[in-house]
């Protein structure tokens, strides 16, 4: 275990219990410094994998996150996240954890360490050749992940692995491996400190890069959120009538036509067509708005002023 980087004493902080809580404040985020340093380091393993994922998901595959313990719970969490920011299909983009529901909230003993669970809870989702599957290990050793990524790609997946260990077990067992060496954490082996916030910002790139990248924004704008509550729907208003270039009651009355869907408003707006016929148009584009109202986000006036 001492080979591995996140099991390593840190020296920064070998005193941690005769501290104040103004010094573990501090040299907890002295620590955290190395966080964007060491993903700086894998951006190109972190592109790669992107890359190969993308073709994968914009033709209706899925990304799965596979993951024990704290990385388990990262993968659910930003799973989690893409229905209401990008309107995706809950079954788009999956979280699995080791120990199922129950391990979101309770340790589960033992579920880590059972690789045939890992193999068998694929089976269970029915993973294919259309699917992308990311094992998620800090350690970058979990028997469980490395169950859930071997099955993966025996049934032709596409497989990724993000741990946060140089040269680590997992690595071999993915197509596209991504390691982002966090080094030592200031509570030994608390791999949900700087690990975790590691593994949540990659999570953060590769989601949200597989979701631009099918056309689920215009330029940086969610065009795709759901408006479900008060302050989704000034939200919604504000995109439409910045992309529009209408005023906020014109843009409000447009969503109120077509259920608050903000691209079909937009494409209401900028070519005076009826809901069905903006749906259908935008239908037509993939559901790119660029395309369906023929405008790059890169040229239009209000975005690049």
Known sequence: MEAIGTERVNPASAALDEMTPTQ???????????????????????ASAIAAAEPLFNSGG???YVGAGTSGRLGVLDAAECPPTFQTDPERVVGMIAGGRTALVDAVEGAEDDTVAGARDIDAREVGP?????????????????????????????????????????????????EVDTGPEVLTGSTRLKAGSAQKQV???????????????????????????????????????LIAETDEATARRALESCDYEVKTAVVMLRRSETADVARERLAAAAGRLAVAID????QHPALTD
Do not use: W
Not at 27 to 39: G, L, Q
Not at 137 to 146: K, L, N, Q
Not at 295 to 298: F, V
């Open 203 to 241: 999570l953060n790139m590769i989601s949200t890069a597989l979701m631009v990248r099918s056309g689920r924004t215009y330029g940086n704008l969610m065009v795709d959120v759901q408006a479900t509550n008060a302050k989704l729907r000034m939200r919604a208003t504000r995109l439409v009538s």
């Open 295 to 298: 405008l790059p986000s890169s």
């Open 130 to 178: 259309a699917d992308v599957v990311v094992g998620l290990a800090a350690s970058g050793r979990t028997p469980y992940v490395i169950g859930a990524l071997d099955r993966s790609r025996a049934l032709g997946a596409l497989t990724v692995s993000l741990s946060c260990n140089p040269g680590a077990e997992l690595s071999r067992h993915a197509a596209y491996a991504i």
């Open 24 to 46: 573990i404040v501090a040299t907890m985020n002295e620590a955290d410094f190395a966080v964007p340093e060491a993903i700086r380091r894998a951006q190109p393993q972190i």
């Open 62 to 64: 899925r990304l799965i």
